[in-house]
């Protein structure tokens, strides 16, 4: 039978260059915001998070920026790398009492060698 | 580095019969979760558990599903009687503290019903 799913948002990049993959998070009382990385038949790895009270943090050839006006988030990836190839998912939560992560349907980033 | 593991890797089982999926969450951590992602779909939360009880869970968590700390080091999800719909990747989580941290996620369970 037909396979039913997301078709996840594709971005296609050239090896280095660098790449901005959005994120639109959905709830206005999330104060804590991740990026994870999900390669095939993996789980999702950390890749840098942010909380509400920044709008921009850097990390190792990594920026996120958050917008919290228009419930923003974006990843930068400098100087993209074959390895970086893999679903980048948004994740927010709120803080305090809430641990859980609600997360966002994912970009496929393709990087052409 | 330390990291969350799970077993098995991939679990097939028959509709109906009862599943549990095993984690050994980060020695030091304090909170657990369990995720689950149908394939092609985004990761779904479907509970959390903070000293010794369910600290939350969402909608798909009904009846059938069940979560226990039975000693020390391992945290289970027990689906009682599998559905088609149960099949997906199926991945535990830790952290040292509630909200606001890093969750470090396993390399989750294939779970197949069939």
């Known amino acids: 039978g037909e396979s039913v799913g997301l078709h996840l948002p594709t971005l296609s990049v050239q090896e280095g260059d660098n790449s901005i993959i959005n994120c639109a998070y959905s709830?206005?009382?999330?104060?804590?915001f991740i990026w994870y990385k999900q390669e095939s038949g993996k789980g999702p790895q950390f890749i840098i998070d942010?909380?509400?009270?920044?709008d921009k943090r850097q990390g190792q050839r990594v920026t996120v920026l958050l917008n919290k006006t228009v419930k923003h988030l974006s990843l930068q990836i400098a100087a993209t790398q074959p390895g970086d190839s893999a679903v980048y998912f948004c994740?927010?939560?709120?803080?305090?009492?809430?641990?859980?992560?609600?997360f966002g349907k994912g970009t496929k980033l393709s990087v052409k060698p | 580095e330390p990291e969350v593991t799970q077993t098995p890797s991939h679990q097939v089982t028959q509709m109906g019969q009862e599943v549990i999926l095993r984690c050994v969450p980060i020695?030091?951590?304090?909170?657990f979760y369990w995720y689950r992602q149908i394939l092609g779909q985004k990761v779904e939360f479907l509970v959390s558990?903070?000293?010794?009880?369910?600290?939350?869970k969402s909608e798909i968590f009904d009846d059938q599903f069940s979560v226990e700390r039975p000693d020390g080091s391992n945290f289970t999800l027990k689906i009682r009687s599998t559905k088609l719909e149960d099949s997906a990747m199926y991945f535990c989580?830790?952290?040292?503290?509630?909200?606001?941290?890093?969750?470090?996620f396993g390399q989750g369970t294939r779970l197949t019903v069939v």
């Open positions: 994740a927010e939560s709120q803080g305090g009492s809430q641990g859980n992560l609600i």
């Open positions: 558990f903070y000293n010794n009880e369910i600290s939350e």
């Open positions: 709830n206005s009382a999330s104060d804590y």
């Open positions: 989580a830790s952290t040292a503290m509630t909200g606001g941290t890093e969750a470090f």
């Open positions: 020695s030091n951590h304090l909170y």
């Open positions: 942010i909380r509400s009270n920044m």
